[in-house]
């Protein structure tokens, strides 16, 4: 019996992916937006109160500018439509971007480690806490506004390199909260040894950060499968059709925003071709419908077929 192949056509064309695009877009500007003034305004407060846990704070922004810089270039390179080179699409330069931006972050993690411990040898006052706590509020505030938005994009595009940069900025709020207390107890109760102590539990949790997003980065570029609730949805949807005898070979992994789902259709050995198409495409618009955008591909089997046992050229 003929057996047939039917695909669909992903992200091009569909009507969810200018808004995602847009969105996607928006995420990043503002980002890199946010990021900057925050480094102006650490910065002045450094040099105004020589606080190690400011300067980690600092630290922490500057790495996120890069990120977002890296993730504003790597954004607009994967919402790329597929080309001859690149059929699939340019979705894997997102999860590249999560990578680059988990050894910024371990970066800076470790170079305030090193200053947290001189510190912590050579103790130093924090002068002018006012206005260190003054910045880091609006920090604080910036961060909140910022990361609601990004949170937003993220339910609507899926975006990996999106969502890598909003966990900077949640931690950046649980940091810039950890800077007020350090600050305020080094400041007006005289422990200094509080400040670079601080410190190094912001290092700290910016190194679990940054091992987070390389792991999830990593599951795209290793095509990890989708979780088991959506390939048991998967399943249900296919074995809901009722001329669908069974399915094997399932197959899912994600490029950037873009899913990608296959599988073998076991079908009555009996149909004609332009029946099994036309189931094939019946199966195709409901796993489109769950799953927004997805390229579905899907491969026609009659029921109960064994392929041929693989022969190799003799000498092998």
Do not use: C
Not at 13 to 34: E, F, I, K
Not at 144 to 164: E, K, M
């Amino acid at each position: 019996m003929s057996q047939a192949t039917t695909g669909g056509g992903g992200l091009a064309g569909h009507p969810l992916a200018a808004r995602q695009a847009r969105l996607m877009r928006l995420a990043t500007v503002a980002s890199v937006s946010v990021a900057s003034v925050l480094i102006a305004a650490k910065l002045v407060a450094w040099f105004m109160t020589d606080s190690v846990s400011l300067l980690s704070s600092l630290v922490d922004s500057l790495m996120d500018v890069a990120a977002s810089l890296v993730n504003l270039v790597a954004v607009r390179h994967a919402l790329q439509p597929p080309d001859r080179e690149h059929r699939f699409g340019h979705g894997k330069a997102e999860p590249l971007a999560g990578l680059g931006q988990a050894a910024f972050i371990a970066g800076s993690a470790v170079f305030l480690i090193v200053e947290s411990i001189d510190r912590l040898i050579a103790p130093a006052p924090v002068v002018a806490g006012t206005v260190g706590i003054a910045v880091m509020a609006v920090s604080i505030a910036l961060s909140v506004a910022l990361v609601a938005f990004q949170n937003f994009v993220v339910r609507r595009t899926g975006s990996t390199a999106i969502d890598a940069d909003a966990l900077h900025y949640r931690s950046d709020i649980l940091v810039n909260g950890a800077v007020i207390v350090a600050i305020a107890l080094s400041a007006n109760l005289g422990w200094s040894w509080a400040d670079p102590v601080f410190a190094l539990v912001i290092a700290g949790y910016i190194l679990y950060g940054s091992y987070q997003i390389a792991r999830r980065s990593l599951d795209l570029l290793m095509d990890r499968e989708f979780s088991d609730d959506d390939r048991a949805r998967i399943r249900q949807i296919v074995l809901d059709h009722p001329e669908a005898r069974s399915m094997h070979d399932l197959r899912t992994r994600s490029s950037g925003v873009q899913p990608f789902v296959q599988f073998h259709l076991e079908l009555d050995a009996n149909l004609t071709l332009l029946r099994a198409h036309e189931i094939a495409d019946a199966i195709e618009a409901r796993v489109k419908q769950a799953f927004p955008g997805a390229e579905v591909i899907i491969h026609q089997d009659p029921e109960g077929y064994e392929p041929p046992p693989l022969l190799l050229p003799s000498g092998r």
